[in-house]
């Protein structure tokens, strides 16, 4: 069994930054897993990839976070990194931590059916 728990989600103003962090812990090794990713799901809307890191650091990030967000992972801390600067209103969501930990191919996975493992998710609302 796996646990992703994410933390460092708020409330917080136009402009400003948030880190957030997912801790894993379970049965595998935090370094054997091949990519973390962070998805987001706004009200109505589908979960989609905000940025992915694969294990020997090859990062992917969507149009909406280039430039903005940087994803990072620690090995000695179990744990995966979100950067956010200069939010959005429009980056308001519940943000995911999720963990891939089957073999595959890719350069950079994608898709939420790429990833074995969930967190339950942390809110991010950028508001005035």
């Known amino acids: 069994q796996v646990q992703l728990v994410e933390s460092g989600g708020g409330l917080v103003q136009p402009g400003r930054s948030l880190r957030l962090s997912c801790v894993s812990s379970g049965f595998y090794e935090f370094g054997s897993f091949k990519a973390m990713a962070w998805y987001r799901q706004a009200p109505g809307k589908q979960r989609e990839l905000v940025a992915s890191?694969?294990?020997?650091?090859?990062?992917n990030y969507a149009g909406a976070a280039k430039g903005r967000f940087t994803i990072a992972r620690d090995n000695t801390k179990n744990t995966v990194y979100l950067q956010m600067n200069s939010l959005k209103p429009e980056d308001t969501a519940v943000y995911y931590c999720a963990a891939r930990y089957t073999s595959g191919t890719s350069s950079a996975y994608i898709s939420v059916h790429d990833y074995d493992y969930w967190g339950q998710g942390t809110q991010v609302t950028v508001s005035t």
């Open positions: 890191i694969m294990r020997d650091g090859t990062t």
